[in-house]
C-alpha cells in the first residue's frame, strides 16, 4: 500500500490523521493536505499573510490550514451560520479550541455578499491574504462576489483556491469561474484537485500569472505520487498541474 501523502506541516498531518474526520464539513483530507503544504511552501519562500475561508461551517478545512499558520498570521472564518441550524458555530468554536489554533483564529457571522475587501483586511491588519478558501454559497452571484473579495485581499504571491469545481451538482460554477478570469487575465488556474467522492469535491487553485510556473513546481515536489499525467487544459500556452489522490490511467498496452 503507498503511504498517505502529508503537507509537510506536523501540526496539520496530525490534525489530518487523527481528527479530520471528527470534524464536521466536506472538503476531502487530501485537498486539506495539498492547501496545508501549499501554505508550507509559501512559508519557506517569504510568502506571508492571512488565511481566509467563506464558509468555515465547523471548521474541518479551517482548521487543518490554520495549523500552517507563522508568527502573527490569522485563520479568518467568515460563515452565515445558518444551515443546518445555528448550532455550528458553537460547534466550530469548540472544535478550534479542541483541535485548532485558538489564537490564531477569528470567526466572524457574516454573509460574504454584504462584506468588503476592506472589511476583510481590517480583522488582521497590515497583511494582505495569502490563502483564500471560496466555499460558501454556490449559487453564480455568490461565487462571483466571493471571487471579487478574494483577488482584491490577495497578496500578489498568493493563492485562491475554489471548492466544488467539476460538481456533478453544480454544473455551472466552472463556467462563471472561467468568465471571472477571462475579465482579470492576470490570474491562472495552476492546480486542480482531483475529487475524493461527490461530498468531497475538486478545488481549483488559483494565483497571479508570474507565479503559475513556481507553484506547479513546488507541488511536484511536495507530490510526486499523485501527479495525473495528462495536466488540465485550460488552453494557456502550459497546462495546469493535477493533483489526484489515485491519479491513474487506463492501460491500453494490449492495443500496441
Ligand atoms: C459546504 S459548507 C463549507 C464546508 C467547509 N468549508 C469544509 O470544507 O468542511 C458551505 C458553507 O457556506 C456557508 N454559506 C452559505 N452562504 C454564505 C454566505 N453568503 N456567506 C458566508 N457563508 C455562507 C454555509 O452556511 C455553509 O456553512
Given at each position: 500500500m503507498t503511504e498517505k501523502p502529508k503537507s509537510g506541516v506536523d501540526a496539520a498531518d496530525r490534525y489530518i490523521e487523527q481528527h479530520y474526520?471528527?470534524?464536521?464539513?466536506?472538503?476531502?483530507?487530501?485537498?486539506?493536505?495539498?492547501?496545508?503544504?501549499?501554505?508550507?511552501?509559501?512559508?519557506?519562500?517569504?510568502?506571508?499573510?492571512?488565511?481566509?475561508?467563506?464558509?468555515?461551517?465547523?471548521?474541518?478545512?479551517?482548521?487543518?490550514?490554520?495549523?500552517?499558520?507563522?508568527?502573527?498570521?490569522?485563520?479568518?472564518?467568515?460563515?452565515?451560520?445558518?444551515?443546518?441550524?445555528?448550532?455550528v458555530k458553537t460547534k466550530l468554536e469548540e472544535n478550534i479550541a479542541q483541535y485548532g489554533v485558538p489564537s490564531r483564529s477569528i470567526v466572524v457571522a457574516a454573509d460574504s455578499m454584504k462584506l468588503s475587501a476592506k472589511d476583510i483586511l481590517a480583522l488582521a491588519p497590515g497583511k494582505k491574504v495569502r490563502f483564500f478558501h471560496v466555499d460558501g454559497e454556490h449559487t453564480p452571484e455568490h461565487l462571483a462576489n466571493d471571487l471579487s473579495l478574494a483577488t482584491e485581499t490577495l497578496d500578489p504571491r498568493g493563492v485562491i483556491c475554489l471548492d466544488d469545481m467539476l460538481h456533478a451538482g453544480y454544473p455551472t460554477l466552472p463556467v462563471i469561474v472561467d468568465g471571472f478570469l477571462k475579465r482579470e487575465p492576470s490570474l491562472r488556474v495552476f492546480c486542480v484537485i482531483d475529487r475524493e467522492d461527490i461530498a468531497a469535491q475538486t478545488k481549483y487553485m488559483i494565483c497571479r500569472e508570474p507565479m503559475f510556473d513556481f507553484y506547479i513546481g513546488e507541488l511536484l515536489k511536495a507530490f510526486p505520487d499523485n501527479v495525473w499525467p495528462l495536466g488540465a487544459d485550460f488552453r494557456y500556452e502550459k497546462k495546469a498541474l493535477v493533483l489526484s489522490p489515485d491519479p491513474k490511467l487506463p492501460n491500453f498496452d494490449d492495443l500496441l
Open positions: 474526520f471528527s470534524v464536521h464539513g466536506m472538503s476531502s483530507s487530501f485537498a486539506a493536505t495539498v492547501g496545508a503544504a501549499t501554505m508550507r511552501i509559501q512559508s519557506e519562500h517569504g510568502i506571508a499573510g492571512n488565511f481566509v475561508e467563506v464558509g468555515a461551517f465547523a471548521g474541518r478545512y479551517f482548521i487543518a490550514l490554520s495549523h500552517a499558520l507563522k508568527d502573527d498570521e490569522r485563520a479568518i472564518g467568515f460563515d452565515t451560520f445558518h444551515w443546518p441550524s445555528a448550532k
